[in-house]
């Protein structure tokens, strides 16, 4: 059984910086692709940022340049860095990997 618990997210006005934090408990596979998903109000799911075990990455357009995530596997936690953030990145964050899902964090983006 795999746990993936988000943390860091909250208000941030437009321009300002956060960094989002899965965590898993259980069993972690160091190999397998981690992602973060968002959801804003009345939009479905989309993939935000993904990190294969080798550490290659990809963005979805809205996000390349402003968004920064990595891992840290002797942690067993994966990051997601948001710079520049704008209100349309307001959303609940999801962390996503080995098949498992996070309850999500809110990020609002708003002054």
């Known amino acids: 059984q795999v746990q993936l618990v988000e943390s860091g997210g909250g208000l941030v006005q437009p321009g300002g910086s956060l960094r989002l934090s899965c965590v898993a408990s259980?069993?972690?596979?160091?190999?397998?692709?981690m992602n973060w998903y968002r959801q804003a109000p009345g939009k479905e799911r989309e993939l935000v940022a993904r990190?294969?075990?080798?550490?290659?990455?990809n963005y979805a357009d809205s996000v390349k340049g402003r968004f920064t995530i990595s891992r840290d596997n002797a942690k067993k936690t994966v990051y997601l860095q948001m710079n520049s953030v704008r209100p349309e990145d307001t959303a609940v964050y999801y962390c996503?990997?080995?098949?498992?899902w996070g309850k999500g964090t809110l990020v609002t983006v708003s002054s």
């Open positions: 996503n990997g080995m098949t498992f």
């Open positions: 259980g069993f972690y596979s160091s190999v397998a692709t």
């Open positions: 990190i294969t075990s080798n550490h290659s990455t």
